[in-house]
């Protein structure tokens, strides 16, 4: 996306747009499999094509889309500037981009990962990236910074519902569990200014999970994995967002990308889907 000294703060543009479409947000997933399912070749001219029929199927329809950047790198420079181009395709159809990086390190290269994915002006530039803080939160300082500077958006793994994930996330100490102290960390990174908009630093935490942490000073958004074929429901979101319902955004990948390679069927799932899940306005109590 263009960088522009002007860009509202990331939080503040989310809400916005989950006002106007609602809270699904779909993702662009091209594993091999899909690729072969919708007749397509496992290569750069396949990725391409599978990226341009998803663009076209929902990203006018809501607040967010997730491209899942491994499938991209998988083929190399070619695969990343594919990636570029549906960054690119997600601001033009007024959707706001997530890239699903997971990126997490420390120091210096922290603060590169940071300027390939935040910075103004790089052809990688998002409007939100997932990072991973199992190096501690506070290695991800440089991704704050620069989230802070260029208006954009984190979304911290905190409770994920993938089944290795329950010894360390669940995990007890003083501060209660590991997932717990992130949300906290995170929700003091959004509550410094004190004045009351949305905060743009967002965590993770998955549909599914059974012992997900409280988010009611988190004072940001939630990205929510794990919906429709993963088993979680819209009973489960309920629960799981609390107060944070509002500014949860719920992704949903596999179950519309299975309706391609058709882009009417596509568009006819994510309408169902956004009808379903939209909660402006709407009690977070199940």
């Keep these: 996306m263009t960088g522009t000294a002007s860009r509202a703060p990331?939080?503040?543009?989310?809400?916005?747009?989950?006002?106007?479409?609602g809270n699904l947000c779909v993702g662009i997933d091209p594993h091999p499999a899909l690729l072969r399912s919708w007749g397509l070749g496992t290569d750069p001219a396949g990725l391409a094509e599978f990226s341009r029929r998803s663009l076209e199927a929902f990203a006018d329809l809501v607040p967010a889309v997730?491209?899942?950047?491994?499938?991209?790198?998988?083929?190399?420079?070619?695969?990343?500037?594919?990636?570029?181009?549906?960054?690119?395709?997600?601001?033009?159809?007024?959707?706001?981009s997530v890239a699903d990086a997971k990126r997490g390190?420390?120091?210096?290269?922290?603060?590169?990962?940071?300027r390939a994915w935040l910075r103004d002006g790089s052809p990688l530039a998002c409007d939100a990236?997932?990072?991973?803080?199992?190096?501690?939160?506070?290695?991800?300082?440089?991704?704050?910074d620069m989230a802070g500077e260029t208006g954009r958006g984190l979304f911290v793994l905190a409770r994920t519902s993938n089944p290795e994930a329950g010894a360390l996330q669940g995990s007890t100490g003083p501060a209660g569990t590991?997932?717990?102290?992130v949300v906290d960390q995170v929700g003091l990174?959004?509550?410094?200014?004190?004045?009351?908009t949305p905060g743009s630093f967002g965590v993770v935490v998955g549909a599914t999970v059974a012992d997900p942490p409280r988010l009611d000073a988190l004072s940001g958004p939630v990205l929510m994995p794990g919906v429709g074929e993963q088993g979680g429901t819209?009973?489960?979101?309920?629960?799981?967002?609390?107060?944070?319902l509002?500014?949860?955004l719920v992704n949903v990948s596999r179950h519309v990308l299975r309706a391609g390679p058709d882009v009417g069927a596509m568009r006819a799932t994510v309408v169902e889907l956004a009808s379903q899940y939209r909660f402006s306005g709407d009690s977070p109590v199940a």
């Excluded at 695969?79 to 959707?95: H, K, Q, S």
């Excluded at 990236?129 to 991704?143: D, F, K, N």
């Design 246 to 248: 509002g500014d949860t």
């Design 178 to 181: 590991v997932a717990q102290s």
């Design 105 to 114: 390190d420390i120091g210096s290269t922290m603060a590169g990962y940071a």
């Design 189 to 196: 990174r959004n509550t410094r200014d004190g004045d009351g």
């Design 129 to 144: 990236l997932t990072v991973s803080p199992y190096l501690g939160v506070g290695s991800l300082e440089p991704a704050f």
């Design 66 to 96: 997730k491209p899942q950047v491994a499938f991209f790198e998988e083929y190399g420079s070619a695969g990343l500037a594919v990636l570029e181009e549906v960054l690119g395709g997600i601001g033009e159809a007024g959707a706001l």
């Design 234 to 244: 819209l009973a489960d979101v309920r629960r799981i967002a609390g107060p944070a």
């Design 10 to 21: 990331f939080g503040t543009r989310l809400r916005s747009a989950i006002d106007d479409r």
